[in-house]
């Protein structure tokens, strides 16, 4: 019988789907959860839901999701109190930077840190109170050349989407949507909206080396060559410019126009056919229907950014939306609107002090930083090499970086070696069961939720707050709480007992009114006029990060301005809204107001961009390799956060290496039977899987799969037939602007096991 019905925001993948959760109590007073389902009146996704969604109950309830500390003690973990973890935390840290100075310390920051609300908010500070400059998170195992591309043309991270729900014309590069459900692209029924594109006349055409789930139900599916996306989209460029295509309304906005047809001058279809595999009549019947259709929208994902050429196909997807002037457009590629704000909102409308990276080099190897950090295939090296500020202990937060960066088995072996780690995770994975001390946060259904970071890349604009479903339990800390309480360890605060708890609320506090601060600084905003102390009473009772992102809110492009009556948002209407607030559709013609580039244009080139289209020019003509491996993904995973679920891994084995019959052959592969894979740096063994949804010379790997390395404890996982494709990428096979890894394309050899 349910008793209760609760409304939330799926937290597992950037759709951001509607869920409605049934709920039962039990007799021992407390609350279970019967059933989750699509929320039918959620504003955004209206009821849509992928199996994911649906296992919050199990993640909830799964046993190896760790409810109280651990600490490490004769090589085995063993329950702790909080006040037991965090003295082991200081009394471990302590030696590390007493001796060696507050570099010597790195934090690393996961994935799934951009889908939980506390740790968007206190990561900084907790990253300000380590003092340390050497910082990484996953975001260059993902998606940083596109933050990169977009800050240089707009002057910060403001990504165009496609507006799915108007265009005629979709063109999908390296992305997937009907199993990653859209990233860098939060669209609930991501398949849907594509088949309506299609059940309105227009067309949808997937550019991937394989025939994925989204590339079978397009309308064409052009097999590329693996590395060949800036090649076809410099192609595009070409014959965009050869047919007097223009940028139309934003020309006069836009820097650099005049030195496109000289750039792109090499970039036949003809000269690109040994890079990209495609026909001439492929690349120009493109190039036709974008200008041929009433609108038209370019996407592109991991298969552009995790590459060679990340950073450089990038910008070459919006040079193409603006180059066939879709840019900025109903129907084209358009700009969201967060309503918690982001950078393209703040100051003064039009110019800004633009995007700057490289203003310090890691230590070993000289890879710039970028938004504050270092790419993370410096980590290894950062940790083996010895010298002054060489890394000796390491704090994760949500991560797993042995199983999602290259060569792991040497990042594996680094970290075993350090001093000390702490990690804030729920499981004991392949990198935490290194740990010395594992500080859990709740489950999904014990946090609030709202996407801080995700809504910014909305197809439609929409606010959904979700409060926590189920309470906390005694031995449980609050996600927010944990990591004020770390960064009270790191400023010299007391770590266990009353002077600890006043040294988190301080932390909550000043956090608090630094947001304020920066909020009625603007002079541009909707508070200049206030002070930040007006702010915080006006906030009155809220605490934590929901305080933080009532400030948000209230002063955000939607915002009330603290001024309840105007019918603006705040926290207060997400509440009474539990089913999300709709916006309205994203707006056209709001560049230049968003630009925040120091000359208030879209500044198309600069002298790292010029570099690489050089290098891109020098490698025409140059041989590719016989085998290379892509990855992909399944709906029932998400990186590898999901592979302990039952209900999800069931069924025939998904980690397989798919091959083309021809490779099969000439190889002497057989289906079904153990095939070796070998790179530069390792090698593994996988079960092939003979098929032609990949195309002649390509390999695909599924990535997140292998937790079952000695000392991890997921009981599901280990079981699981999986191997971690990252035991072959190459930490120094990547994107040379971002620093990004370059997961698509890796040299490989295969053959039978």
């Not at 309506?196 to 227009?202: A, D, K, L, P, S």
């Not at 965009?240 to 020309?251: F, I, S």
């Not at 690349?283 to 050429?309: H, K, M, N, W």
């Not at 500080?439 to 970071?453: M, N, R």
């Amino acid at each position: 019988m349910t008793d209760r019905t609760a409304f939330r925001t799926c937290p597992l993948c950037e759709a951001g789907c509607g869920l409605e959760i049934e709920l039962s109590a039990t007799p021992d007073g407390g609350e279970e959860v019967r059933r989750i389902r699509g929320d039918m009146d959620d504003v955004f996704s209206a009821g849509f839901l992928c199996p994911k969604g649906s296992t919050l109950k199990h993640l909830h309830e799964d046993p190896d999701w760790l409810r109280e500390p651990q600490i490490k003690r004769d090589g085995r973990f063993v329950p702790a109190t909080w006040d037991e973890a965090f003295e082991a935390v200081a009394a471990g840290l302590k030696p590390v930077i007493d001796q060696h100075g507050r570099d010597a310390v790195a934090i690393y920051l996961g994935n799934p840190n951009a889908h939980s609300l506390a740790p968007m908010f206190y990561n900084r500070t907790l990253i300000r109170a380590m003092g340390t400059r050497n910082r990484f998170s996953a975001s260059t195992v993902d998606q940083r050349p596109k933050e990169i591309s977009a800050a240089m043309l707009f002057g910060s991270v403001t990504v165009p989407v496609p507006d799915l729900d108007r265009t005629d014309y979709l063109l999908v590069l390296g992305a997937n949507p009907l199993a990653s459900n859209g990233s860098l692209c939060t669209a609930p029924d991501f398949p849907g909206r594509m088949k309506r594109i299609q059940e309105r006349g227009g067309s949808v055409v997937v550019v991937d080396p394989r025939r994925s789930e989204s590339a079978e139900v397009a309308d064409r599916h052009l097999a590329i060559r693996p590395n060949g996306d800036a090649y076809f989209l410099a192609a595009l460029s070409h014959e965009l410019l050869a047919r007097g295509a223009a940028p139309g309304r934003l020309a006069p906005f836009t820097t650099g126009l005049d030195r496109l047809p000289q750039l792109f001058a090499p970039f036949t279809p003809a000269a690109v056919v040994g890079r990209t595999g495609l026909t001439v009549a492929q690349v120009e019947r493109v190039a036709d229907d974008l200008i041929a259709s009433p609108t038209a929208a370019v996407y592109g994902r991991i298969g552009t950014t995790c590459q060679e050429f990340g950073t450089l196909s990038s910008w070459l997807v919006d040079v193409v939306n603006l180059l066939s002037g879709n840019l900025d457009r109903e129907g084209g590629a358009m700009f969201a609107t967060g309503a918690a704000g982001q950078p393209s909102t703040q100051g003064e409308p039009g110019k800004g002090r633009g995007f700057r990276m490289g203003r310090a080099v890691s230590r070993v190897s000289e890879q710039p930083e970028c938004f504050g950090e270092f790419p993370v295939t410096a980590l290894p090296e950062e940790i083996e090499t010895p010298g002054d500020g060489q890394v000796r202990a390491l704090v994760t937060v949500g991560g797993n970086p042995v199983s999602s960066n290259p060569n792991s088995g040497r990042l594996d072996a680094a970290i075993e070696g350090l001093d000390f780690m702490v990690s804030v995770d729920p499981y004991i994975n392949e990198t935490t069961r290194h740990a010395d001390v594992i500080l859990p946060p709740p489950s999904p259904l014990q946090k609030p939720h709202y996407d801080l970071a995700l809504l910014n890349f909305a197809v439609h604009n929409v606010a959904n707050y979700s409060p926590p479903v189920l309470p906390l339990e005694e031995t449980q800390m609050d996600e927010g709480q944990i990591l004020l309480r770390l960064a009270a360890v790191f400023l010299g605060e007391a770590a266990s007992g009353p002077a600890a708890a006043e040294a988190v609320e301080n932390l909550d506090m000043a956090t608090a009114t630094g947001m304020a601060s920066g909020a009625v600084k603007d002079g541009f905003g909707k508070v200049a006029d206030r002070t930040a102390e007006d702010l915080l009473e006006a906030v009155g009772e809220r605490t934590g990060s929901e305080r933080l992102l009532d400030i948000a809110l209230r002063t955000g492009p939607f915002g009330d301005g603290f001024d309840p009556d105007s019918g603006g948002l705040s926290l207060n209407t997400l509440e009474t809204s539990p089913h999300g607030v709709d916006l309205g559709p994203l707006e056209a013609n709001r560049l230049p107001g968003i630009l925040r580039t120091e000359s208030g244009t879209i500044e198309l080139l600069n002298d790292q961009l010029l570099s690489e289209i050089a290098r891109l020019t020098e490698l025409l003509q140059e041989e590719t390799p016989e085998m290379v491996l892509v990855g992909r993904r399944h709906v029932r995973s998400n990186n590898s956060w999901m592979h302990n679920v039952r209900v999800l891994t069931k069924g025939k084995n998904r980690c397989t290496m798919q091959i083309h019959p021809q490779d099969a052959e000439r190889l002497g592969i057989s289906d079904g039977a153990a095939a070796r894979v070998i790179s530069r740096v390792g090698e593994l063994v996988i079960d092939a899987e003979c098929t032609d949804v990949v195309r002649p010379g390509v390999i695909s790997i599924p990535h997140g799969f292998g937790q079952n390395a000695e000392g991890v404890q997921l009981r599901v996982a280990s079981e699981y037939r999986g191997v971690n494709t990252n035991l072959v990428t190459d930490e120094y096979l990547r994107d040379p602007i971002s620093g990004n890894i370059a997961l698509n394309g890796v040299p490989v050899t295969v053959a039978p096991a």
